[in-house]
DNA sequence: GGGTATTTGTCCGTATGTATT
DNA sequence: AAATACATACGGACAAATACC
């Protein structure tokens, strides 16, 4: 008698869920049906749905119904090789789409957003340069096979614009990228970068291009690459936002196998 | 018109939180004070709060009220050295506490918990043994000041232990470590290691050990350690989980400065 | 395109339970 | 013990999205 009714319902559905009897894309009976099942008000069995959407078990649609979540095949991203794009395990789950199968992932990138800001605190601190000084960012959406995969800025001191690495400032892509130009304009060379890994919940911006539920269930890995010359001055700062219910990151350290082994990731 | 009243509400609220008008520990008006500021009903008001509540912006305190969130100071861990120990920036929080200023934190491990197992299919694929074959787990739960921090299992084929590594069962800590330990008796030596950094919803276990909230707001960095010998043969499997909502972690590559600059991690 | 049935979303009012002060 | 504040649960009404004819 200690748990509230809405949460042994819930219960109730998670434990058919985990247990197989509801598969998952399968649609669960509706909240009048419910209702009457379990003899509790329709505003009670909606609770329990509530408290089963937070944890990612169903999604309910508008008109539609409630359905049990599919899991969505993972992008990889090994943090450690350079340059950072996701391995793809497993197949995508096209029982939606039509003879799709064999084909491969399309990543694609927008072309660059180019802007002159002063640098914000967080920015200027990861940068080591003063707050508010002028600083160049260079802004990309990215898909893989259509599906929003990354948003991604990074940061320049403008100095570097004035020393002579004018494209920095031109929007479109750098086709030899930018480290590479940085180089040969200004014989800046990357010897090592840092990684900063934060979960937060998303922003209004980002819940909108991922395509998240509004309600903050699910959350934002924020990566933030601060980029090192020679000299150990920080010469990029590059911060990407992926979202945590489909990216997965790998480090390396030392002697380890080429890949990781098995086609197929993810929990048990 | 578009947005629904609660959300609108919610709306409001969060740019008196984000604003600063609200500050963090700070006291929101009561749900009746508010539903007749707004002229809603009382659930109206309470979607609104839960929405907050999911957004991560307040908490609610059942007999004292609704309170924006104190954000927590972060345990950062660097994955690319080891041991792997969070470094700490910043200070405690101790606003509700007596005078600690200028302490140490303090890092806690439980006893291992030792047991031996069958792997399932998950440590198997990453330890690349047969499922169902006989592993050593040993578990470990940690804290930081008394703050939950962690919880850490690592797995061991059972077969180190019948070559003679026979103090891997035994409960209680191995105090030169497990991997001298399975060097000086096995010749076994890790030459480098793989993290595979996930995120996904905490389970009922973790909920309650990490005094997370039940709605499943807040996930788990699941980080699974997997170290290699000579050979590039799996020797262990560590997985172990952190609470999103206090730790970061930071790999680096190449050439980088010895710490973090500045004191202060965290959002701006 | 239009109309209708179905299903979830929003909003209200009310009553009672539970935790805290 | 009493007051306060959030939590649970009910029932009802209408809106909005979707699917189907």
Do not use: C
Request: glycine share 8%.
């Amino acid at each position: 008698m200690a748990n509230p009714m809405y949460r042994q319902i819930a219960e109730h559905l998670r434990e058919q869920i985990e247990g197989g009897e509801l598969e998952p894309g399968q649609q669960l009976r509706t909240e009048i049906e419910l209702r009457e099942h379990y003899g509790a008000s329709r505003n009670t069995i909606r609770d329990a749905i509530k408290l089963l959407t937070a944890l990612g078990l169903v999604e309910t649609k508008p008109g539609q119904g409630t359905f049990v979540v599919r899991k969505m095949e993972p992008y990889v991203t090994t943090l450690t090789g350079s340059p950072k794009v996701p391995t793809l395990y497993g197949e995508v789950d096209d029982s939606a789409a039509g003879h799709t199968e064999g084909r491969e992932r399309l990543l694609y990138s927008t072309d660059p957003q180019v802007e002159i800001q002063k640098a914000p605190a967080s920015v200027a601190r990861l940068l080591e340069i003063d707050e508010g000084s002028q600083i160049v960012s260079r802004h990309q959406k990215r898909y893989i096979d259509g599906t929003p995969w990354s948003m991604q800025t990074s940061f320049y001191p403008m100095g570097f614009v004035l020393k002579g690495a004018d494209r920095l400032i031109q929007a479109g892509d750098i086709s030899i990228g930018t480290m590479r130009y940085l180089e040969q304009t200004l014989g800046l060379k990357q010897v090592g970068y840092r990684d900063w890994i934060t979960v937060r919940t998303a922003d209004a911006t980002e819940t909108t291009f991922f395509n998240l539920p509004l309600d903050g269930r699910v959350g934002v890995f924020e990566v933030f690459m601060t980029a090192y010359d020679r000299t150990k001055t920080p010469m990029r700062l590059t911060a990407t936002v992926y979202p945590t219910d489909r990216n997965q990151f790998i480090v390396n350290v030392g002697d380890v196998p080429e890949s990781v082994n098995g086609s197929e990731l993810g929990p048990a």
